[in-house]
């Protein structure tokens, strides 16, 4: 299963990462950008993880 999140974070092109979907370098915009990545990552992770331990 496949899911597409929009975050409405804008990251500059040249700083984007399409493969890892990450931003590249150490400006302020990509170290947030790939923080709200994060953190929505491991949000979502442990949504999964306490659903389906319940469930089974």
Known sequence: M???????????????????????GRTADAVRSNALVYNTKASTYGVYREYFLFIY
């Open 2 to 24: 496949e899911v597409s999140f929009g975050m409405k974070c804008d990251v500059n092109p040249k700083y984007r990462d399409v493969e890892t979907g990450k931003a590249t």
